[in-house]
C-alpha cells in the first residue's frame, strides 16, 4: 500500500474519486464498499471519512464532478448554434459532451446512474439537469415551432433515453455490434436517428388514456 503520508490532502481526494468512479462503474453502488475503494485507492478509511463523510456524499461528488462541465460544454454548444438552432445541432449539442467524454471510467458511472430511477431523480435530474432540460425543450420548440411543450419535453425525454442506453451498455457495445466501436461514427449515427425522431409527425391523440 502506497502511504498516505506521500500524498496532499488533494491527491487523497483525487486518488478516492477516480477509484470510486472506476468500481461503482464496474460493480454498482450496492455491490461496492467503502472498504472496496479504499483498497483500490490504497488509502485508509479515514481518509474517506475526512473528505466525504459518507458513501452517499462521495456518490453526489462524483456525479457533480463530471455533471457540472458536461452540462456547461452543452450551454456552450447550444449558444454557438445561433438562434434558432438546427434540429441536429440540438440534438449534438446535447449529446456530444457526454457520449464523447474522453474519461473512460465516467461512462458506464453515468450511465448506471441514469438508468436507475431513484438514483437519476433525486440525485442527478433534481439537483443538475432540472434546468438542462428546460433549456433544451425551449430550443427544441424553436426548431420546431409546431411542437407543443409537452410534445417537446416527450421527444428530449426519448433523446435522453437513448443516449442512457448507450451509456449504460458502453462497455459491450463491441460484442454486441461485433466490431470495434468508432465513438465519432456512432455519434453520426445517433443524431440522425434522433433528429429524426424529432421531426417526426405528432401521433393522433388516443380515445383514452393508460396511466403506468
Known sequence: MISTEALTP??????????????????????????????????????VNYHFQSKDSLIDALIERRILP???????????????????QIVEAF????????VLPAVPLIGRVMSNPDQFFQRVFK??????????SQAIREALPELSAEEAFWRLFFMAGCMTQVLALSSVLPLL??????????MRRLVNFVAAGLRAPVA????????F
Open 177 to 186: 455490434s461485433g466490431q470495434p466501436v468508432d465513438r465519432h461514427a456512432l
Open 70 to 88: 458536461i452540462n456547461q460544454r452543452r450551454f456552450e454548444l447550444l449558444d454557438a448554434a445561433g438562434h434558432p438552432p438546427s434540429v441536429e
Open 127 to 136: 439537483k443538475h439537469l432540472q434546468h438542462v432540460a428546460e433549456r433544451f
Open 204 to 211: 393522433a391523440a388516443a380515445p383514452m388514456r393508460e396511466e
Open 10 to 47: 488533494a491527491d487523497t481526494k483525487t486518488r478516492i474519486l477516480n477509484s470510486a468512479e472506476k468500481l461503482f462503474g464496474l460493480n454498482g453502488f450496492d455491490a461496492t464498499s467503502l472498504r472496496d475503494i479504499t483498497a483500490e485507492a490504497q488509502v485508509n478509511l479515514a481518509a
Open 95 to 102: 449529446l456530444s459532451p457526454l457520449l464523447m467524454l474522453e
